[in-house]
C-alpha cells in the first residue's frame, strides 16, 4: 500500500498568466513567493507553495502528495506499474521547479494528473498573505472523476485512502484525522473541480463573503455547512473554471476502528444543509455532470 504523508500544491496552466497572478494574490489572499515569465507560486502556509500558475493550456493541471522515502517512492512507482497505470519519472529540471527532490507522476483512470513527491521544501519563514482573509492552509481538493468508481478504488486499494462519506457516488477520501483531503465527484469530465484553503473561523469566513461581493467575484455556493465534514464553506469562480473554497471548522474522525462512512442521496442539502442553492454541476442531483 502507498502511504501518502500529505496534500502538498496543485499546478494549474493557465493562458493568461498575469491575470492568474492577479487572482490568486489579491483575490485568493495568498503569499507570492516566486515569479518568472513561466510560471508563479503561491504560499498559503508552512509548505514552501500549495499553489502553481504556469503557461500552457489549462487542461495541464496536476495535483501533488508528499510520500516520506525513497524506497516508499519506489515501491508506489512499482505497484502502480504492476497494476495497469503508466508511471513518469520527474528529470532534475522538472524537480527543481517542484522544489522537490524526485516525483514521479501519474494519470488515474479518468485522466487526472498525480504527482507523489519525495522531501519537498517547507519554509522557515512565517506566512505573510497578501490580504488578510485568514487562510491557515491548504486544506483539500476536489477532483472531478468519469470512471464509475475505479479512482475510488485507486486512492482506497493502492493508496491508504479512506472513504469517510459518500453523496451518491461522489466519495470524500482521508489520509489523517481530517474528514476528507480528497474529493472525488462524478463527471463527464477530468480535471480539478475545486481547491478548499482553511481560513481561522466563521468571522473570516463571512468577511470574503462580503469582500468578494464588491469585488464582483461570482460566488457559486454557499455560505454554507456541508453535513458530511460540518465545514462551513464558501465556493467562489477563479479562472480557467477552476473553482476556488474557503472552509472552516469541520470534524476530525480520530477513531478509525468506531468511524462507518454515510450514504447520502445525491440531493442539494446533501451538499448543503443550510440550503444554499448552487448550479455546479457536480454538485446538482440528476444526470452525470
Avoid at 507570492?32 to 500558475?53: G, P
Amino acid at each position: 500500500m502507498i502511504e501518502i504523508e500529505q496534500l502538498r500544491y496543485v499546478r494549474l496552466g493557465t493562458r493568461d498568466l498575469p491575470a492568474a497572478i492577479d487572482f490568486a494574490q489579491r483575490i485568493l489572499g495568498l503569499q507570492l513567493i516566486e515569479k518568472t515569465a513561466e510560471q508563479a507560486s503561491f504560499r498559503s502556509d508552512f509548505r514552501d507553495h500549495t499553489l502553481v500558475y504556469f503557461k500552457g493550456d489549462p487542461a495541464e493541471q496536476s495535483v501533488a502528495f508528499e510520500v516520506r522515502t525513497a524506497d516508499a517512492l519506489e515501491r508506489a512507482a512499482a505497484l502502480l506499474q504492476e497494476n495497469g497505470y503508466s508511471v513518469a519519472r520527474g528529470d532534475a529540471q522538472a524537480a527543481e521547479r517542484r522544489k522537490v527532490k524526485a516525483f514521479v507522476s501519474f494519470k488515474d483512470k479518468s485522466g487526472n494528473s498525480i504527482e507523489l513527491v519525495l522531501r519537498p521544501q517547507t519554509s522557515g519563514w512565517r506566512y505573510f498573505p497578501s490580504r488578510d482573509a485568514g487562510i491557515t492552509g491548504l486544506e483539500a481538493i476536489a477532483l472531478r472523476s468519469k470512471s464509475n468508481g475505479a479512482d475510488e478504488k485507486l486512492w482506497t486499494k493502492l493508496f491508504n485512502g479512506r472513504v469517510s462519506d459518500w453523496v451518491g457516488d461522489a466519495s470524500y477520501i482521508r489520509f489523517d484525522d481530517a474528514h476528507h483531503r480528497l474529493a472525488l465527484h462524478p463527471s463527464s469530465r477530468a480535471g480539478v473541480l475545486a481547491i478548499e484553503y482553511a481560513v481561522e473561523g466563521v468571522t473570516q469566513l463571512m468577511q470574503s463573503q462580503y469582500f468578494l461581493q464588491a469585488a464582483q467575484i461570482k460566488i457559486v455556493h454557499g455560505p454554507g455547512r456541508r453535513p458530511t465534514s460540518e465545514q462551513m464553506f464558501l465556493t467562489f469562480a477563479g479562472p480557467d473554471d477552476v473553482l476556488f473554497s474557503y472552509v472552516a471548522e469541520g470534524k476530525k474522525i480520530a477513531n478509525e476502528a468506531t468511524h462507518r462512512p454515510r450514504q447520502y442521496p445525491r440531493q442539494p442539502l446533501s451538499f448543503c444543509s443550510w440550503g444554499s442553492e448552487t448550479d455546479i454541476p457536480e454538485f446538482t442531483a440528476g444526470e452525470r455532470a
